[in-house]
């Protein structure tokens, strides 16, 4: 789990991404993934995405009081934390 940058979800398929950017297959949903990861290094960031904290590289405000997350390897989309979830989000990271 050391290696894992995020877990991504599209088409009811679920990929788990590493580090150095290699994908596989993960026949779980991001409900029960995120049930079984250690709550200290992974955040459920929206319906897409939970990710890893040794993976977000810079954080910018977004419209609306939104957060983006930039991360160390490139992702299939834009990961945007909800306004709702802003302040759980960096107390997570702190």
């Known amino acids: 789990m050391d290696d894992v940058a995020f877990f ?3 088409a009811e398929r679920v990929t788990l991404t590493t580090l150095d950017g290699i994908a596989y297959p ?3 949903t991001l409900e029960a ?3 079984h990861l250690s709550p200290d290094k992974f ?3 929206n319906r ?3 990710v890893s904290r040794k993976a ?3 954080i910018a405000v977004w419209f609306g009081s939104r957060l983006a997350l930039n991360l160390v390897i490139e992702t299939p989309e834009r990961i945007i ?3 709702a979830r802003v302040p759980e989000f960096k107390r997570w990271l702190q």
């Open 8 to 10: 991504y979800t599209f």
């Open 26 to 28: 993960v026949d779980k």
């Open 33 to 35: 993934l995120a049930s």
């Open 43 to 45: 955040f459920r960031a």
């Open 48 to 50: 897409q995405f939970i």
């Open 56 to 58: 977000v590289k810079d």
């Open 81 to 83: 934390i909800s306004k």
